[in-house]
C-alpha cells in the first residue's frame, strides 16, 4: 500500500534545527540535546553511525550552490552535539551530498560530481572506522554509475543499495533502482511504476525489512510516499522427511506415523509452535517458514515394533534468502520449497550417544558455562526427550594417576548439574575410565590433553516407567 502525505522535513527544517548560526566560513552547533537521530531518519543529507556515537551530514557554508562538503560532529558525554569537523576525504570544489552508512558502521556511501568520476554526480564509497574517520575512497564503478547522475545512496539491512539515477533506463527524471551483488557480479533494476512515476523518486529509506519512504514530487510539490510491502516478494515451504538409514543398503527407509514438533528458536531457546505426524511416506509437507528465522525440530516415533530414539536438530533459515539472479526473482510471488531429513536411531542398549563433548579446565572438575550450554543443549536435550532411557557417563583424563581421582569429582559435577535441572539421579551412572579407555594414547599435546578431559555417554538400560 502506498499513501502520499506532506513532507514534514525537509532541508530548510533541517538547516533551522540542527544549526544555530553559520557564517560564509564557520559553522556553530545548538549546546541542548537534539533529535538528530529522528532527524537523520527523514533527511537524505545525513546519516547517524549504528552506535549513535556521531552524526555525518552535508553542508554548504560557501557562496557556491554546487560546493557542499561533508561534517562530522560528535555525540559528547552530556549527550550535547560537540562542533562539527569537515571530514578529510571532502575537497573543496566538489559537491559531496546525501552521505549514508552501512549497518555495520564500516563503510561511508555518498554522492560527488569529483574528479574521475563517469559524469554528472556519482556514488562514491569510503571506509569508516569506529571514531568516525573516512579513508580509502572509491567510485562505485559503471554498473552502477553513468554519465549523468546517480544520487541518495541507502543500504538496507539485507545489504542491497537504493539509490536514485536519471542515467539508467528510468520511467521519467529520478528514478529509484536497486543495486544487488552475488559471486561478483553486480544487477541494478528500475523499481518499477510501484514506487517510481514521469516525475523524481528519490531518498528512499527503508525503517523496516518491509515498509519505508521515500520523496516525490509527482503532484507538482514534493512530498513523502509512505510504502508497506505487505506480502513478501517469497513464501518459504519446508517439508521434513522423518527416516531410518538401512546399514545394508545405505538407503533412507521412511517412517510414517512419526510425531514431529517444530518449535522457533534454538535447542536452548524455542517457542512450540506446532505438532504434525508424518504421513505413509513419512513426510510433513510444505510448513511455511521465515527467512532469517532459527528452528529446531524434535522428531520421535512411539508406533513402530522398534523403539527409535527422539531427537531434536536445529535448522535455520538465515543466508538463505532468495537469489536475485533467480529468473523468478521479479514475480511477484514464489514459492520457495526446502526440504530436511531428520534420521532416527532404534533404541538399543550399550550404544554410544552422539554428544558433543564436555571440556574441562586442566585440574579442575568446575563446571564451565560453555560446559554448562553443552550439557543443556546435548545431554538434558535427549535425557528430556528419552525419559526412559538409563545413561552411563564416562570421564577422559590424561594419562596421570592423579587424574583417576580428578575424574570421580568431574563426574559428581556433571550429575549433580543434570539432576539441577531435573533429571532422576537412578538415570544417571558414572563410569571411571581405565588407561585403556583413553581416545588419545600417543604423547600427549596440549590439544590432545584437552581432548583426553572430555565426557562421553553411552546408553546402558531403560527404567521401568
Not at 321 to 343: G, N
Request: aromatic share 12%; glycine share 4%; hydrophobic share 35%.
Amino acid at each position: 500500500m502506498i499513501k502520499l502525505s506532506k513532507l514534514q522535513h525537509y532541508w530548510w527544517f533541517l538547516y533551522l534545527c540542527i544549526f544555530a548560526s553559520c557564517t560564509s566560513h564557520s559553522l556553530l552547533f545548538i549546546k541542548k540535546p537534539l533529535d538528530f537521530e529522528a532527524l537523520a531518519q527523514q533527511h537524505t543529507n545525513s546519516a547517524i553511525a549504528p552506535d549513535s556515537a556521531f552524526i555525518i551530514f552535508a553542508y554548504n557554508n560557501t557562496t557556491d550552490p554546487n560546493d557542499s562538503d561533508l561534517f562530522i560532529a560528535y555525540r559528547q558525554s552530556d549527550k550535547t552535539w560537540g562542533t562539527p569537523k569537515r571530514l578529510a576525504i571532502s575537497f573543496e570544489k566538489t559537491d559531496d551530498i546525501s552521505p549514508a552508512i552501512s549497518r555495520d558502521g564500516k563503510r561511508l556511501y555518498f554522492s560527488s560530481n569529483r574528479i574521475n568520476g563517469y559524469g554528472g554526480y556519482d556514488i562514491w564509497v569510503a571506509r569508516l572506522d569506529s571514531t568516525g574517520k573516512a579513508y580509502a575512497t572509491r567510485n562505485l564503478g559503471a554498473k552502477i554509475n553513468t554519465p549523468k547522475d546517480e544520487k541518495y545512496p541507502f543500504i538496507s539491512s539485507q545489504r542491497k543499495l537504493y539509490f536514485s539515477s536519471n542515467g539508467h533506463q528510468s520511467k521519467g527524471k529520478l528514478d529509484l533502482f536497486e543495486a544487488t551483488r552475488k559471486n561478483r557480479k553486480i544487477n541494478v533494476k528500475n523499481l518499477g511504476n510501484t514506487f517510481n512515476s514521469a516525475a523524481n523518486e528519490f531518498g528512499l529509506v527503508y525503517l523496516t525489512d518491509t515498509s519505508g519512504y521515500y520523496y516525490s514530487d509527482r503532484k507538482g510539490k514534493l512530498d513523502t510516499v509512505h510504502f508497506v510491502n505487505k506480502t513478501p516478494r517469497f513464501r518459504y515451504f519446508l517439508t521434513i522427511k522423518i527416516v531410518i538409514e538401512d546399514t545394508t543398503t545405505q538407503r533412507d527407509i521412511p517412517l510414517p506415523n512419526s510425531t514431529v514438533d517444530i518449535y522457533e528458536g534454538t535447542f536452548l531457546n524455542k517457542k512450540f509452535l506446532q505438532r504434525f505426524t508424518t504421513d505413509a511416506q513419512g513426510l510433513v509437507r510444505n510448513f511455511p517458514v521465515n527467512p532469517q528465522k532459527e528452528y529446531t525440530i524434535k522428531a520421535g516415533n512411539n508406533v513402530s515394533n522398534i523403539k527409535y530414539l527422539t531427537t531434536e536438530e536445529e535448522y535455520t533459515m538465515t543466508g538463505r534468502e532468495a537469489d536475485p539472479d533467480d529468473p523468478r526473482y521479479d514475480q511477484t510471488i514464489s514459492d520457495i520449497h526446502l526440504e530436511v531429513s531428520i534420521y532416527l536411531k532404534p533404541l538399543l542398549i550399550d550404544t554410544l550417544v552422539m554428544a558433543p563433548i564436555i571440556y574441562y579446565d586442566f585440574k579442575r572438575w568446575d563446571i564451565r558455562p560453555d560446559a554448562a550450554k553443552e550439557l543443556d543443549k546435548s545431554v538434558l536435550t535427549f535425557l528430556k526427550n528419552n525419559p526412559t532411557v538409563i545413561v552411563e557417563l564416562s570421564y577422559h583424563t590424561d594419562l596421570n594417576n592423579y587424574n583417576f581421582h580428578l575424574s570421580h569429582k568431574r563426574s559428581k559435577s556433571a550429575v549433580d548439574y543434570l539432576i539441577s535441572k531435573g533429571v532422576k539421579a537412578n538415570r544417571i551412572k558414572v563410569k571411571k575410565c581405565s588407561k585403556t579407555d583413553f581416545k588419545n594414547q600417543h604423547i600427549p599435546s596440549k590439544v590432545t590433553y584437552h581432548k583426553n578431559r572430555c565426557t562421553t555417554i553411552k546408553i546402558i538400560g531403560l527404567t521401568d516407567e
